[in-house]
């Protein structure tokens, strides 16, 4: 058992764990938490609020409305007992619809708890519960407080939770959770237990979390869990606790700069343990087990949590893992998995179990005959129900209910005269009001088209010349910027589904067309979604205050009838993700690619030195590099952008956001913002370019899921030519693709201090573009900071330009005119929904 002190250990380290657990949370696209049959909405802890049953009735196509109730004092102890005080009770076939805007994988999270309401004792209702995919629950009837959590994949569009009650019965739930969840928490591929092999195809699969344990530890709910689940102690699944002993040691944790992070498994987990009771008897051969009520006929995906926060030394522990009868895994050494052979790094382990008869699955540690000390130990354990080859989740359904259409209602042939006759009169008051309003605003001479923007001193004319290389303006209001409602709804043909180009964690693009004949990126925030505010902000104050050749312009925002909508200038050609992989279109040449690094490089160097303090974009990624009909670059996306530190500080303090694979691994750790976490994402971006591969790929071994590990490690071999994209084979002069390998190399320094500021990067990628379409008689291993002096005079006058003054224009023979550039193409993640 764990000793009272190591209990204050534990506490003494919960809020510390709780900061952590808030600064690197993931945040999910999508989100929905209702109190069905609350009045009120509820506040679960400080972390989230579940809204109230009459706001959510949106989501909700139900027969027949009975909401419920309890005056009962205690439910549960859990922190979420305020949910169970309520219910909806369905008498008939019911569900709820929810808008998904980032296809994958989501957590439905479904609250039940039963008590008597009227004549309704919910310990009898019999019900199933189904998505258009799958059945979650069948012939379910819950006899006291339960939480039934599901990971379903949506690939587009809704997601349907149905309720169908059983014949002469009912159904209910307390409350609804829908949630996304991070597309690397579950890889496609796992090893199979037997016959032993791989296994694939679990992105497409829906699972039912069948045991989350912490072993060792205490429970750990979703205050200390960034992705909200609950993990149970481990003491009632232990089958002889006497062979066991708890060991806890949240401080020695060190989370590997890539591999499990806080979303894998929460610190609190992988700081704690269970381990044979063994000291003292080195003959000690007995095993630890564990024991979890399954359904037998289903495939289990079982995931093993590994910390070694009890060995003194590497190569200390080595044990053996058994599932059942199986022999899972011989003789792990525990320490020679993880980077660096370093104690108390997390590690994790996926199988998929085949089915069986039993209706128990025990899970075992034992000793090693290899080891000297025998021990074992494991840390945390997720077993997870596997769809069935029909997609249902439960043995006694195995087809899902008829899901209806969102407009079908009972007893519409009664209801049909009555409904049509109020029908036309509210079609007639409605056009009459719309006339009268559209006559008024007439009066009252609005106007469709928007206000150009007003620059200081008070004239008013449009802020920045499409005709320049960079402005800084002063903006007298952010009023000068907005557009009105009816005009962007003109642009869009009232948002036509057709014209949607893009959907993203802020809402869906649209193309439009402004009355001026304008080509427009429209970006309208979800509602429903409760989030993208505090990114409009600061979209918005961003773009009002730049304009630059290679950074996409900001046209103008609504802020009208409580939408969040963002128009931006479109690009032609998609972002630069689109062109490098994931599509049919043509692959790029390697002067072409350069082209674009230098062009979103200049972009970027601006941000960092073209105002009077420093802008650090803080989300560098292919998918926000984007290309107009030229292919000249534009940096997109300024939603987490950051205003840098002030001349007396070198860092800003301030959570952890990014897009996985991107991250600066210093800012991770240390939570310090620097212009070099842009340099370091977009030295992941040069290799992107140059491998036209994604820069985590889940489906690839181990050694390759992160391009920038995987390429460094060939660039320190001096082998880089042997990854790159094999259209760009033989066509990259040898001296080119050495200094562009360097250039990367040194974005990617650990430190930032050794990284190289974004204007070297950029003196750096146009010397790789000289040696590529000229032959430069000197060592090219020499330093190109020490030859970009003899480079053709347009581009070392151009790059001198950029970095001073930003009114400065300049004439290039090498660039097209600038009056040719356009301020009407794309933005942001358009193309594909990209979640950071």
Request: with cysteine; hydrophobic share 35%.
């Given at each position: 058992?764990?000793?009272?002190?190591?209990?204050?250990?534990?506490?003494?380290?919960?809020?510390?764990?709780?900061?952590?657990?808030?600064?690197?949370?993931?945040?999910?696209?999508?989100?929905y938490?209702?109190?069905?049959?609350?009045?009120?909405?509820?506040?679960?802890g400080?972390?989230?609020?579940?809204?109230?049953?009459?706001?959510?009735?949106?989501?909700?196509?139900?027969?027949?409305?009975?909401?419920?109730?309890?005056?009962a004092?205690?439910?549960?102890?859990?922190?979420?007992?305020?949910?169970?005080?309520?219910?909806?009770?369905?008498?008939?076939?019911s569900?709820?619809k929810?808008?998904i805007?980032?296809?994958?994988?989501?957590?439905?999270?479904?609250?039940?708890?039963?008590?008597?309401?009227?004549?309704?004792?919910?310990?009898?209702?019999?019900?199933?519960?189904?998505?258009?995919?799958?059945?979650?629950?069948?012939?379910?009837?819950?006899k006291?407080?339960?939480?039934?959590?599901?990971?379903?994949?949506?690939?587009?569009?809704?997601?349907?939770?149905?309720?169908?009650?059983?014949?002469?019965?009912?159904?209910?739930?307390?409350?609804?959770?829908?949630?996304?969840?991070?597309?690397?928490?579950?890889?496609?591929?796992?090893?199979?237990?037997?016959?032993?092999?791989?296994?694939?195809?679990l992105?497409?699969?829906?699972?039912?979390?069948?045991?989350?344990?912490?072993?060792?530890?205490?429970l750990?709910?979703?205050?200390?869990?960034?992705?909200?689940?609950?993990?149970l102690?481990?003491?009632?699944?232990?089958?002889?606790p006497?062979?066991?002993?708890?060991?806890?040691?949240?401080?020695?944790?060190r989370?590997?700069?890539?591999?499990?992070?806080?979303?894998?498994?929460?610190?609190?987990?992988?700081?704690?343990?269970?381990?044979?009771?063994?000291?003292?008897?080195?003959?000690?051969?007995?095993?630890?087990?564990?024991?979890?009520?399954?359904?037998?006929?289903?495939?289990?995906?079982?995931?093993?949590?590994?910390?070694?926060?009890?060995?003194?030394?590497?190569?200390?522990?080595?044990?053996?893992?058994?599932?059942?009868?199986?022999?899972?895994?011989?003789?792990?050494?525990?320490?020679?998995?993880?980077?660096?052979?370093?104690?108390?790094?997390?590690?994790?382990?996926?199988?998929?179990?085949?089915?069986?008869?039993?209706?128990?699955?025990?899970?075992?540690?034992?000793?090693?005959?290899?080891?000297?000390?025998?021990?074992?130990?494991?840390?945390?354990?997720?077993?997870?129900?596997?769809?069935?080859?029909v997609?249902?989740?439960s043995?006694?359904?195995?087809?899902?209910?008829?899901?209806?259409?969102?407009?079908?209602?009972?007893?519409?042939?009664?209801?049909?005269g009555?409904?049509?006759?109020?029908?036309?009169?509210?079609?007639m008051?409605?056009?009459?009001?719309?006339?009268?309003?559209?006559?008024?605003?007439?009066?009252?001479?609005?106007?469709?088209t928007?206000?150009?923007?007003?620059?200081?001193?008070?004239?008013?004319?449009?802020?920045?010349?499409?005709?320049?290389?960079a402005?800084?303006?002063?903006?007298d209001?952010?009023l000068?910027?907005?557009?009105?409602?009816?005009?962007?709804?003109?642009?869009?043909?009232?948002?036509?589904?057709?014209?949607?180009?893009?959907?993203?964690?802020?809402?869906k693009?649209?193309?439009?067309?402004?009355?001026?004949?304008?080509k427009?990126a429209?970006?309208?925030?979800?509602?429903?979604?409760?989030?993208?505010?505090?990114?409009?902000?600061?979209?918005?104050?961003?773009?009002?205050?730049?304009?630059?050749?290679?950074?996409?312009?900001?046209?103008?925002?609504?802020?009208?009838?409580?939408?969040?909508?963002l128009?931006?200038?479109?690009?032609?050609n998609?972002?630069?993700?689109?062109?490098?992989?994931?599509?049919d279109?043509?692959?790029?040449?390697?002067?072409?690619?350069?082209?674009?690094?230098?062009?979103?490089?200049?972009?970027?160097?601006?941000?960092?030195?073209?105002?009077?303090?420093?802008?650090?974009?803080?989300?560098?990624?292919?998918?926000?590099?984007?290309?107009?009909?030229?292919?000249?670059?534009?940096v997109?996306?300024?939603?987490?952008?950051?205003?840098?530190?002030?001349?007396?500080?070198?860092?800003?303090?301030?959570?952890?956001?990014?897009?996985?694979?991107?991250?600066?691994?210093?800012?991770?750790?240390r939570?310090q913002?620097?212009?070099?976490?842009?340099?370091?994402?977009?030295?992941?971006?040069?290799?992107?370019?140059?491998?036209?591969?994604?820069?985590?790929?889940?489906?690839?071994?181990?050694?390759?899921?992160?391009?920038?590990?995987?390429?460094?490690?060939?660039?320190?071999?001096?082998?880089?030519?042997?990854?790159?994209?094999?259209?760009?084979a033989?066509?990259?002069?040898?001296?080119?693709?050495?200094?562009?390998?360097?250039?990367?190399?040194?974005?990617?320094a650990?430190?930032?201090v050794?990284?190289?500021?974004?204007?070297?990067?950029?003196?750096?990628?146009?010397?790789?573009?000289?040696?590529?379409?000229?032959v430069?008689?000197?060592?090219?291993?020499?330093?190109?900071t020490?030859?970009?002096?003899?480079?053709?005079p347009?581009?070392?006058?151009?790059?001198?330009?950029?970095?001073?003054?930003?009114?400065?224009?300049?004439?290039?023979?090498?660039?097209?005119?600038?009056?040719?550039?356009?301020?009407?193409?794309?933005?942001?993640?358009?193309?594909?929904s990209?979640?950071?």
């Amino acid at each position: 058992m764990i000793e009272f002190g190591v209990y204050r250990l534990w506490i003494s380290s919960l809020f510390v764990l709780y900061l952590c657990c808030i600064s690197y949370a993931f945040d999910p696209p999508d989100v929905y938490l209702i109190d069905c049959g609350s009045s009120s909405d509820t506040q679960v802890g400080k972390i989230r609020t579940f809204v109230s049953d009459k706001s959510s009735t949106r989501y909700l196509s139900a027969s027949e409305e009975i909401l419920a109730s309890t005056n009962a004092s205690f439910i549960t102890s859990g922190g979420d007992s305020d949910l169970y005080r309520t219910a909806r009770i369905f008498r008939g076939s019911s569900n709820y619809k929810f808008s998904i805007t980032q296809s994958g994988r989501l957590w439905i999270r479904l609250y039940f708890y039963p008590f008597v309401y009227q004549n309704y004792d919910m310990k009898s209702a019999n019900f199933t519960v189904s998505t258009h995919e799958n059945v979650l629950l069948g012939n379910f009837s819950p006899k006291n407080a339960t939480v039934k959590e599901f990971s379903v994949v949506v690939s587009s569009g809704d997601l349907t939770v149905q309720f169908t009650p059983a014949n002469n019965s009912f159904a209910y739930v307390n409350a609804v959770e829908v949630v996304s969840v991070p597309d690397t928490l579950i890889a496609d591929d796992a090893n199979l237990v037997s016959p032993k092999g791989a296994y694939q195809g679990l992105t497409s699969q829906a699972m039912e979390t069948v045991a989350r344990v912490n072993m060792g530890g205490p429970l750990v709910t979703y205050v200390n869990d960034t992705l909200w689940r609950t993990w149970l102690p481990d003491s009632s699944f232990l089958k002889e606790p006497n062979l066991a002993k708890s060991v806890v040691k949240v401080a020695s944790v060190r989370y590997p700069e890539s591999g499990p992070t806080q979303d894998t498994a929460p610190q609190t987990v992988y700081g704690s343990c269970t381990r044979m009771n063994s000291e003292g008897d080195p003959n000690s051969n007995f095993n630890v087990t564990w024991e979890f009520p399954v359904d037998p006929d289903f495939q289990y995906f079982v995931r093993f949590h590994f910390c070694d926060i009890v060995s003194t030394s590497a190569n200390q522990l080595v044990f053996s893992i058994y599932a059942d009868s199986w022999d899972v895994y011989k003789d792990l050494e525990l320490s020679s998995k993880v980077f660096g052979n370093n104690l108390a790094t997390p590690y994790f382990m996926d199988y998929v179990i085949p089915s069986t008869n039993n209706n128990i699955l025990k899970i075992s540690i034992g000793p090693s005959p290899s080891s000297l000390d025998p021990n074992a130990i494991l840390n945390g354990l997720e077993i997870m129900k596997i769809e069935n080859s029909v997609g249902s989740l439960s043995s006694a359904i195995s087809s899902r209910p008829p899901i209806p259409s969102s407009d079908s209602k009972s007893n519409v042939g009664m209801i049909a005269g009555v409904s049509i006759g109020v029908l036309l009169v509210v079609v007639m008051v409605g056009i009459l009001f719309c006339l009268y309003r559209r006559r008024k605003q007439e009066q009252l001479g609005h106007s469709k088209t928007w206000i150009p923007i007003s620059l200081g001193g008070g004239t008013s004319r449009t802020m920045g010349s499409k005709y320049s290389n960079a402005t800084t303006a002063t903006i007298d209001s952010k009023l000068s910027y907005r557009i009105p409602f009816a005009s962007v709804q003109e642009a869009t043909n009232n948002f036509d589904e057709s014209r949607v180009i893009g959907i993203g964690g802020f809402g869906k693009v649209y193309k439009g067309v402004l009355s001026d004949g304008t080509k427009v990126a429209c970006k309208r925030g979800n509602p429903r979604s409760q989030q993208g505010l505090a990114e409009f902000q600061t979209e918005i104050e961003m773009l009002s205050q730049f304009r630059h050749r290679h950074l996409v312009s900001l046209i103008g925002y609504c802020d009208e009838k409580n939408e969040m909508i963002l128009v931006y200038e479109y690009m032609e050609n998609g972002t630069l993700k689109s062109h490098l992989y994931g599509s049919d279109l043509p692959s790029m040449s390697w002067k072409q690619r350069l082209e674009i690094c230098i062009g979103s490089a200049r972009g970027l160097h601006y941000l960092h030195t073209g105002y009077a303090k420093a802008v650090i974009h803080r989300d560098v990624k292919s998918a926000n590099i984007l290309l107009n009909e030229n292919f000249l670059a534009k940096v997109a996306d300024f939603g987490l952008s950051k205003t840098g530190p002030e001349l007396d500080q070198t860092h800003v303090s301030t959570a952890v956001k990014g897009s996985f694979g991107y991250l600066d691994p210093e800012y991770f750790r240390r939570q310090q913002l620097t212009e070099k976490s842009d340099v370091y994402s977009f030295g992941v971006v040069l290799f992107e370019v140059l491998c036209a591969r994604p820069v985590i790929d889940p489906t690839l071994p181990r050694d390759k899921v992160n391009l920038a590990e995987w390429a460094m490690k060939w660039q320190k071999k001096g082998q880089l030519e042997q990854i790159i994209d094999p259209s760009l084979a033989g066509k990259i002069r040898p001296d080119s693709l050495r200094k562009y390998a360097e250039t990367a190399e040194k974005c990617l320094a650990d430190y930032g201090v050794d990284r190289p500021s974004m204007g070297d990067v950029l003196w750096n990628l146009e010397y790789t573009l000289q040696l590529q379409e000229t032959v430069i008689q000197s060592d090219p291993d020499e330093n190109s900071t020490n030859r970009i002096g003899e480079l053709s005079p347009q581009v070392s006058d151009f790059t001198h330009a950029d970095a001073g003054s930003s009114n400065v224009q300049v004439e290039m023979s090498n660039l097209e005119d600038l009056s040719g550039v356009s301020m009407s193409r794309v933005f942001s993640q358009l193309v594909k929904s990209e979640g950071r």
